[in-house]
């Protein structure tokens, strides 16, 4: 059974937004879920993964994940984990 299936809450698609002190940032984090008393978020993304590895998609897309994170801490939710799961070949990408 996966991670999100034993998850005490799933949820999907929750719109976020903060203002950073100079513009009003928004988003939708595509999955949250509680994993022991603890959150992780996943966001989706089609890229295709090149041959030479994650590490540009992995850069390219830190910042929305860690704005998310930001938000989510704001309101008391702290995220454990955070990744990025490409469609394209079923990969998950876990931020360090």
Do not use: H
Request: include cysteine; glycine fraction near 10%.
């Amino acid at each position: 059974m996966g991670r999100v299936q034993r998850a005490w809450c799933v949820l999907k698609e929750v719109p976020v937004g903060m203002y950073d002190g100079k513009e009003y940032l928004e988003g939708i984090v595509d999955l949250l879920f509680e994993e022991e008393g603890d959150w992780v978020l996943a966001d989706y993304k089609t890229d295709f993964l090149p041959e030479a590895g994650p590490a540009d998609l992995v850069e390219r897309y830190r910042p929305q994940m860690e704005a998310y994170a930001q938000v989510l801490a704001k309101v008391g939710t702290l995220v454990k984990e955070s990744g990025l799961w490409f469609s394209s070949s079923g990969n998950l990408i876990r931020f360090p």
